[in-house]
């Protein structure tokens, strides 16, 4: 290679800047797809947390009723039918059976009564759920930084030093 086959130092300093943008970009672009890759693992993994704390509060929430789910489930079905079949009784103008009728009305006024007292047990156990989900959330958030940093997780001896 001779003297005059290689840039001078006017020329390379001449491209210096646009080549220092041109590193830039890639950095910035690069930067741009990691973000992004740990923005849909965290999505991912908020999502997974989404769905584990509501079905722990739904569970918590039918274990303060005392009810299984498929009971649940039954119970509401069962008040639905007894509120159409009241109501189609009353729109009937030929109604002879009064006093049936307003048995099914107590009946009715019972369970929704019972439903009501379930309601406020849910609205006391509020605090309470909360803070499990909040503990079940902060354990996993722990639980995925320590994954994330590879590092195991230290696990607590349940049983007394002697």
Not at 47 to 69: K, Y
Request: with cysteine.
């Amino acid at each position: 290679m001779s003297y005059h086959d290689a840039p001078g130092l006017g020329r390379r300093l001449v491209r210096l800047p646009g080549q220092l943008l041109l590193a830039l970009v890639n950095a910035t672009a690069l930067l741009v797809i990691a973000a992004c890759v740990l923005s849909l693992l965290v999505l991912n993994r908020v999502d997974t947390a989404g769905e584990r704390i509501a079905g722990n509060v739904t569970e918590a929430a039918l274990a303060r009723l005392q009810v299984s789910p498929g009971e649940f489930k039954s119970r509401i079905e069962a008040l639905d039918g007894k509120i159409t079949t009241l109501a189609a009784q009353l729109s009937d103008p030929d109604l002879r059976d009064h006093w049936e009728v307003a048995q099914q009305l107590k009946e009715l006024n019972r369970n929704l009564a019972d439903i009501r007292l379930a309601a406020v047990g849910l609205s006391a156990a509020g605090p309470e759920i909360t803070d499990t989900a909040f503990e079940q959330a902060g354990d996993m958030l722990t639980s995925a930084l320590y994954t994330l940093r590879g590092c195991e997780t230290a696990v607590e001896d349940s049983k007394p030093s002697s």
